[in-house]
């Protein structure tokens, strides 16, 4: 919204700042980061006051969770209130990637909002039916991918782009949407699952945000793109805005969900994240490269097909508890433990996604 003060610019002004993609992210940035600092303790003490019990606790979970009953969900609100009113502050609003990863923000962050508050009023872990929420989910990618899909440049639609590899592309043809169909509900889902200790989803989805970001403000510009010889995709540079925004109200509500958490984000908050990190890596072309930044997500989703499907064939498990964290947490890791080599994890998978936008 901000951007069209450039109107009152005569090119050596102040006003001249908000053409810079750079400048309105710092905005969105600190925006976001205030946003979460102001509304975090008025919206906690809403959640505690309505939801009284607050989350439900898994009664085969760790030990451990126990002493977290009573903790408010739904932080997640937090979270996408500050992305959303900063975005809708500082990126152009005629981009049409920016309200693409807008729209799948927000429409998986009600398929959250939905579960988590049929959790909440009913007591129980179960929510939402998870058929359901795949259906919804397909949905709601499949027509963001479309979108992606028109917005693209004609040589990149329907295509798929390999990292390191310079100029190489595989028509997938009809194939495109599902596929990117399943990257932006992978993503989504794998994010929920990596959401189970205190502050252990935030930060991995605020680095692998930020990562993107730099991809899409790279391959956003064609000056860039020709340096890098990566592909060039017009009007992804604007995404950077809303990474940034994101990176902000990600601080704001660690502030608050840092070990002992005050709030829990809930599914409200990692569906819409991780939905969010599957829609830019859409609109940038890297699809592959979401694979690297998010392996984090990538292995806490693979923890868990590994365990079910080993446990129907043999009546074993592969882990002592599935997602993997919870792994390591009957393994008896502290808790801090486990989430901060996580994080470690998470820096070095998006320093290794960044070097492929060099090395070629």
Known sequence: MLYWLTALSDGGDFFNLFRYITFRAGGAFLTALIFGFVFGRPLIDVLRRKQGKGQPIRSDGPEAHFAKAGTPTMGGLLIVGALVTATLLWARLDNPFVWMVLFVTLSFGAIGFADDYAKVSKQNTKGVPGKLRLLLGFTIAGLASLWASWFHPEALQHQLAFPVFKD??????????????????????????????????????????????????AVGRVDFSEYLDVHYVPGTGEILVFTAALFGGGLGFLWYNAPPAAVFMGDTGSLALGGALGAIAVATKHEIVLAVVGGLFVVEALSVIIQVLYFKRTGKRVFLMAPIHHHYEKKGWAEPTIVIRFWIISLILAMIGLATLKIR
């Open 168 to 217: 190489t592309l595989m028509n997938l043809g009809v194939f495109y949407i599902p596929f990117a169909m399943v990257v932006i509900v992978g993503a989504a889902n794998a994010v929920n699952l990596t959401d189970g200790l205190d502050g252990l989803a935030i930060m991995p989805v605020m680095i692998a945000a930020s990562t993107l970001g730099i991809i899409a403000y």
